[in-house]
């Protein structure tokens, strides 16, 4: 396994398309989340799956942000009518369910797919 | 909710020691994570401390106080390698209690 992957790398895209992207986790991780990051900032969590539960979505991520784990392994968020304020690199990340106290279950990165909206 | 507030830049020279400082306020603490991110890189996991104290790893090493709401991450013998964003972030136990919470990031500039 060679870790978290993304697909595309980087997407151009006119305002008002719609976009999708793909994150296949760490095989054996039943937690996938998303995160969005723009320059200078830390990630901002956008929503996590519990296999193919969506267990929590933030409040700040509009209605036309969907992401979907049909199967329980790989992700697709889908922006739609795309705004140039969605120009930021999107982080998928996985990880280990907590399974006992203390234990360390680190989120693991792909390498992001950027977004540009012209 | 959290608040996470680290330093936003921090300059060390090569070879010398740093201290990156993070606190937070969170309703139901789970864990803090420190993480690595070059530029255009994906963040890098780093440490995890759950209780108080400090935990050693090389030459990075990080210490908690959760009744402070305070972390530290300590890098010694610095490399130039080493300039990077320093990220901290907390799980809390909303949502099944593995949501990460990221701070700004401190990004740390390694000079000769």
């Known amino acids: 396994d060679t870790g978290v992957s993304q697909d595309p790398r980087h997407k151009i895209t006119k305002r008002g398309q719609n976009v999708t992207f793909r994150c296949d986790p760490i095989s054996e991780h039943n937690r996938l989340y998303w995160y969005r990051q723009t320059l200078g900032q830390g990630p901002e969590f956008l929503t996590y799956?519990?296999?193919?539960?969506?267990?929590?979505k933030s409040r700040l991520l509009s209605d036309r942000f969907s992401a979907e784990r049909p199967k329980g392994s790989f992700s697709t968020l889908e922006i739609q009518r795309t705004e140039q304020g969605d120009s930021a690199m999107y982080l998928c990340?996985?990880?280990?369910?907590?399974?006992?106290?203390?234990?360390?279950?680190?989120?693991?990165f792909g390498q992001g797919t950027r977004l540009t909206v012209v | 909710g959290q608040n996470i507030d680290q330093p936003t830049e921090m300059t060390a020279t090569e070879g010398a020691i740093v201290q990156i400082n993070c606190t937070y306020q969170t309703s139901g603490f789970n864990g803090l994570f420190w993480y690595q991110q070059h530029a255009g890189e994906a963040p890098t996991f780093l440490s995890y401390n759950v209780l108080d104290g400090l935990e050693e790893k090389g030459r990075f090493s990080s210490f908690l106080s959760r009744s402070k709401g305070y972390s530290y991450l300590l890098l010694k013998e610095l490399q130039m390698k080493d300039s990077a964003s320093y990220l901290c972030?907390?799980?809390?136990?909303?949502?099944?209690?593995?949501?990460?919470?990221f701070g700004t990031g401190t990004q740390l500039k390694v000079e000769l």
């Open positions: 990340a996985s990880s280990l369910g907590v399974l006992r106290d203390n234990m360390n279950t680190e989120a693991f």
């Open positions: 972030a907390v799980r809390d136990q909303e949502g099944g209690g593995n949501k990460l919470t």
């Open positions: 799956f519990q296999n193919e539960a969506q267990l929590e």
